[in-house]
């Protein structure tokens, strides 16, 4: 257990962004998954998405995103995606996020995922290995 | 008014898919996204995005988004998606989704913008040309 | 053989673009990239690289692209991407294209791939139900 | 001037690559223009393409990029791209990369920018504070 949260940071460039200048929109679901995998490989000894359904025949795939955005991302600062699990249920996670620039919150989120058996794409309960992992690091949404 | 639901169609290719085969998650709020400008198209005499900020000094930035995904989406069959208002504020507007491959529902999601006057980035009411279109397509979310 | 090239049309949106208002560069290879699976799709009963790689075990990576930019992309108009072999090898493919807007010369490309037996990645001849479609649509570069 | 090259270093992840487990070609350009900008901000206090083009009206539209791909792009090693200038002419920028992974060699690339006053998308003389920069950093391609 930590006190410590876990951020990613993205680093935001011009290739983000829109003509109003700031990251498209449709990016920045994009950015909240680049944080979700970052969690997974911070926590799991560098074993992202890739490596879980690749060497691990495990998939986690997501069946609902929801977020809110506050305030326009852009490359003027470094992106902060402050990521947690909130719920760990008997075969799905939730995450949650929240997403900084120069301390200013840009978006919040929630994520669920179910855990499945990759090769047969089948919902299955969370393997223990990540349950002992996970539940010291839930908090409240 | 018309009784026919605006359905824009996305081919769905190998590039938007990811190891497991399917489209990555972080591609669908992309679609969704390319399918809500596709219907400003269709109903503002081809005017999207881009015509609306370049040309009218107004934006649509979305404050929320929210989708589940009911089964994945490949490159078998075009990516169907119904959008339609759900609802229309003093200065915000709602979109419902209903995204189907094959007549199989794919995703669903709901998408909150708020008009903005572009230069400034501020809010600002829905305009009389908007509101009068908008009105008459709004449907149950 | 037939005389009407293959134009693949791609809808460039505000998404696409970045604060300068024209298309992102890292876009076109991108765009480039989906007029060649179409080019696919469109001669091989509907098989892109998708179908090509599930069904049929095939691939064909990339080795080489070269493009050179003459104007602008916007959303203002379509984009007309014409594309066609312009050299079939023993183990390899290239292929020619000319980007428009509204008549306009966009860009050129040459890219090159090799074929490969997809399970092991490894280099293989070009398939004769393959040959037998290319040969006859190969133009000047 | 400086005995150690640059080199932006990239996480490749899951939705980075396509189904046949590596990156998808169209993925690599886009990692190439990220460390070119990179370059850019390294080498002049922060300051990529987004604050060229917002803050000094500058742009630096490319006119050509080439690439040669010698070995896939997975996740499970980063991708470190060495970024450095070739060329410098009156009014335009040649950029040289070599990337690899694991001490692998992914590709090779040549890209190649014009200066323009960003307003007006008009070429100009590259500026003297960035010529003095880039001269002493130019070596073979």
Known sequence: MTDTPFVHEIRVTWGDCDPAQIA???RLPWFALDAINAWWEEHFDGEGWFQMEID???GTPF???SMD?????TP???LMCET???RLGEKSITFGMKAYQNNVLCFTGSFTCVFTQADVFKSMPAPDRIRKVVEPLIREG
């Open 69 to 73: 955005f506050s305030s326009p991302v």
């Open 24 to 26: 498209y929109t449709a």
């Open 63 to 65: 069946v609902n995103l």
């Open 76 to 78: 003027r600062h470094r």
């Open 56 to 58: 691990r025949n495990m």
């Open 84 to 86: 947690y699990p909130t």
